[in-house]
Structures are given as C-alpha cells and as structure tokens.
T-cell receptor, first 111, second 117 residues
Framework: QKEVEQNSGPLSVPEGAIASLNCTYS??????FFWYRQYSGKSPELIMF????GDKEDGRFTAQLNKASQYVSLLIRDSQPSDSATYLC???????????FGQGTILTVHP | GAVVSQHPSWVICKSGTSVKIECRSL??????MFWYRQFPKQSLMLMAT?????????EQGVEKDKFLINHASLTLSTLTVTSAHPEDSSFYIC?????????????FGPGTRLTVL
C-alpha cells in the first residue's frame, strides 16, 4: 500500500464547475497536509495546507481533512481552464519536516 | 512571501562531468532544505534532506557519493551531481522549509532541468 494515494485521473470538469480532488494516507500519525499545484514543466507551488479536522477555505479552494478516515480533499470552485494542472497531495508524517507526496491527479478544465 | 530560487534553470553537460545546482531561500532562513528529482510523468522523489551545518540525510537508494549536498548557510544549499551520466538527466527541484510556520510548509524552487549527453 502506498503511503499517500491519489487518483491519477485525468479528471475532466467543465469551466465553472466544482473540481473535487481526493487523497488518502496510511500513517495515522500524520500531522500536516498540503496541496500543491504543478503545471507541466514547472515546479510545484503551494495552494494551501491544513492540519485540523474540518474545512479550510482560501478563495476558490477548500481543503477538507478527516483524520479518522485518513482522508484529505481539495475542492476547486468555479474551475477555470488555468486550473488545469497536476495536483499533488503531500503529507507530513512523523519524520522531521519530511513530506510524502502522492502521485498526483491530473485535472483538465475544459471551456 | 516565501521565495526560493534555483540556479541554473537548465544545464546541458557531457557525460562524466560534474554539475552544481544552487538553491537559495530569498526572504527567510531555511535550516532544512530538500532535494527532489522528477522524471517525466512521475511524481516527486525525495533524494535527500539537507540541514544547515550538518551532513545531509539521503533516501534509500540515493548514492551520497554521487549526489553531494552542502548546506553551508541558512539560505543556501547546493547539490553536485558528480560524474553525470545520461540516466541522471532529470528535473531537479529543491524546497526549503519555512520554520516560521509550525506546519513544516515547504516552498519549492523553480527547478533545474539537467540533460546529460
């Protein structure tokens, strides 16, 4: 079992729709959870992080964390073609500072 | 913000040569930096953790004598790929841990694309 799992997609949504990206993790001791966006040929850029159960909103993005289910998700409202990218879920476990990344979900937003 | 730079952004070299890549945190001090490698259509693979003033910690399977890491200051870490070969061609990305936040947030540099001929 992979430590951090994501559906590789591709996930295709129409412009203006809500895109829902999911991630599960295996280490129950995981403390912090991150969503990064990576455009083709570029390095990852941080979208947001969450460390408490529940929802965290930042603009069009909402991260949801459920530690009991070992599940974290990212919702993108009013999806735009510019949101088309690979979304990486990263989890900080018990190792100091070290993040474990999922394989990423490819999102395509079509006009 | 938290800005991380990398230099060079791309490099082409001949097989057998060594290549040095610099990673700098521009507006914060980073006691810990990380080096990743990413092959096409694959996810990030952590190579090593670089701590200021101490030896780097390498992930299993990463040759420490081939990938030399030096973290000489709180804002600079370098990765040297020694005796590079075509199979070392990849996208090398560093990240710096922003210790001002308690969540271990990592900010990534723009990456260095290495091509070994």
């Amino acid at each position: 079992q992979k430590e951090v799992e994501q559906n590789s997609g591709p996930l295709s949504v129409p412009e203006g729709a809500i895109a829902s990206l999911n991630c599960t993790y295996s280490d129950r001791g995981s403390q912090s959870f991150f969503w990064y966006r990576q455009y083709s040929g570029k390095s990852p850029e941080l979208i947001m992080f969450i460390y408490s159960n529940g929802d965290k909103e930042d603009g069009r993005f909402t991260a949801q964390l459920n530690k009991a289910s070992q599940y974290v998700s990212l919702l993108i409202r009013d999806s735009q073609p510019s949101d088309s990218a690979t979304y990486l879920c990263a989890v900080k476990g018990t190792s100091y500072g070290k993040l474990t990344f999922g394989q990423g979900t490819i999102l395509t937003v079509h006009p | 913000g938290a800005v991380v730079s990398q230099h060079p952004s791309w490099v082409i070299c001949k097989s057998g040569t060594s290549v040095k890549i610099e990673c700098r945190s521009l507006d914060f001090q980073a006691t810990t930096m990380f080096w990743y490698r990413q092959f096409p259509k694959q996810s990030l693979m952590l190579m090593a953790t670089s701590n200021e003033g101490s030896k780097a910690t390498y992930e299993q399977g990463v040759e420490k004598d081939k990938f030399l890491i030096n973290h000489a200051s709180l804002t600079l870490s370098t990765l040297t790929v020694t005796s590079a070969h075509p199979e070392d061609s990849s996208f090398y990305i560093c990240s710096a841990r922003d210790g001002r936040l308690n969540t271990d947030t990592q900010y990534f540099g723009p990456g260095t694309r290495l091509t070994v001929l």
